[in-house]
Structures are given as structure tokens and as C-alpha cells.
């Protein structure tokens, strides 16, 4: 089996990307299967270029993309894509699209194929904090969700997919008051989560 996953740069005004630096030590292998990971631009036009690639090429029967929530209190499982481009702030690129459409043709939401309820009570055995989120934003991470959903539904490829944000990493520089966890808890969050799907 293939594992297809996926972290995200620097952005805004994060210094660091604790889902650039799970995608640098996350193991190549897990119980045996194969682990294919990527590193993506934070733009609006070319991030699921490389997705779709990677998709195309090794068929992958999980797919889990990550991204960095700053401003959330635990590792949040994504319910949700919704068909919307929209962000006061520009991406890495200066794309900041308004009330776009990420597909005129589309359907208005896709939902998350992961089991969340199964990642939300295997994190809590291990005291990890979890919790899933109704809402994955309307920047690129949603963008990402949405167009990875839209097209292994297309192709028809029986993949178990969907999005993870995860909070700011206790190594970044950060404020006092900024909730953080350390980068060992969030990848062993994120081990747990791929075993969860597998």
C-alpha cells in the first residue's frame, strides 16, 4: 500500500512550518507500506499540482494533507471542504482570490474520508490534544482538501483522504500566551493518525 502525505512552507508570518518538518521526519515506511512525502507551495494555483502528480503516479489508498492552524488548541481533523477561494491575506505568491470559486463546475462541499471519530478517541488514549474541526478555512488548506477530494472522486481512486491542521510547534518562536506543542507530539499525533486510517 502507498501513503501519500503532504505538509506546507513557511507562510505569512510563520517563521517555520511544523507540517514541513513532520514531512522531513516522518518514517519512509509504516507496518510495511510505503510512505510518499511532500513538501507544497502555499499557493492558490500550483499546490495540487504536485498532489496530482504524486496521485497519478503511486496510486495511493491514504492520502492525509497538513497544515499549520496557528491560533488552535489541539491537532484538528478536518470535516469539510467547501468550493470557496477566499482570503484577505495573500498566499506565498500574492494571490489573495475574494469569493472565487475553486471549481464553477464543482459541487459545493466535499467531506473528509478519515475516520474521525477513531483519530479523535486513539489521540485521547495517548492524551494528545484532538479535536475535529467543522471548518477547514477558505485558504489554501481548504483549497488543497477540496481539489484532492474533487479528484480522486473523478478518477475514482478508493483512497481514504482528507486534511489535518495542526497547531504551532513549541520550537517556534511564538508569544507567551500562543498555544503550542511540542514537534515529537504532533508527529506522534500524526503516526497515530495514519495508523488510525490504515
Known sequence: MNILLTGFGAFLNNDENPTEEIM????????????????????????????KEAI????????????????????????????????????????????????????????????LKKIVEKLNQKSIPVSISNTAGTYVCNNIMYRVLEYIDQIDLDAVAGFVHVPLMTEQKHNDDEFTLPLNTILEGVIDIVKCCL
Open 56 to 115: 497519478d503516479e503511486f496510486k495511493p489508498e491514504i492520502i492525509i494533507n497538513f497544515g499549520l492552524a496557528r491560533g488552535r488548541k489541539a491537532i484538528t481533523p478536518e470535516r469539510v471542504a467547501i468550493n470557496v477561494n477566499d482570503s484577505k491575506q495573500s498566499d506565498n505568491v500574492g494571490n489573495a482570490p475574494q469569493d472565487e470559486t475553486i471549481n464553477p463546475n464543482g459541487l459545493s462541499a466535499y467531506f473528509t474520508k478519515l475516520p
Open 24 to 51: 522531513k521526519i516522518f518514517p519512509i515506511s509504516i507496518y510495511g507500506n510505503k510512505v510518499i512525502k511532500l513538501v507544497l507551495p502555499v499557493d492558490f494555483n500550483n499546490a495540487f499540482d504536485q498532489v
